[in-house]
Nanobody, 125 residues
Framework: QVQLVESGGGLVQAGGPLRLSCAAS????????MGWFRQAPGKEREFVAA????????YYVDSVKGRFTISRDNATNTMYLQMNSLKPEDTAVYYC??????????????????WGQGTQVTVSS
């Protein structure tokens, strides 16, 4: 079982940057694809981005392409989401997630086996 802890959320003005981190422990981080999701008030959770176990492949939802960058450091068991040019509509609780099967890559999926507790991102206009 993997434990995931997000950090880096906060309040930022529109147009500003923010970087989220997800620290993983409990299993071999480098064997599993990872993803970021978000949930805004009154809305369903939505996929944001995913990264393969090696980091060689990434995928983004259209609304964040060109603004967000997902990355990972397998040496420190940490995944990141660099968010630039933030918009008020990016306001949400952001969750990191880990796949349940080793060496599986799916560009876009909601089927992740482990989730963090979430970190709040608020973008003011």
């Amino acid at each position: 079982q993997v434990q995931l802890v997000e950090s880096g959320g906060g309040l930022v003005q529109a147009g500003g940057p923010l970087r989220l981190s997800c620290a993983a422990s409990g299993r071999t981080f480098s064997m599993y694809a990872m993803g970021w999701f978000r949930q805004a008030p009154g809305k369903e959770r939505e996929f944001v981005a995913a990264i393969s176990w090696s980091g060689s492949s990434t995928y983004y939802v259209d609304s964040v392409k060109g603004r967000f960058t997902i990355s990972r450091d397998n040496a420190t068991n940490t995944m990141y989401l660099q968010m630039n040019s933030l918009k008020p509509e990016d306001t949400a609780v952001y969750y990191c997630a880990a796949d349940s099967l080793r060496y599986r890559w799916r560009e876009r999926s909601d089927d992740f086996g482990s989730w963090g507790q979430g970190t709040q991102v608020t973008v003011s206009s």
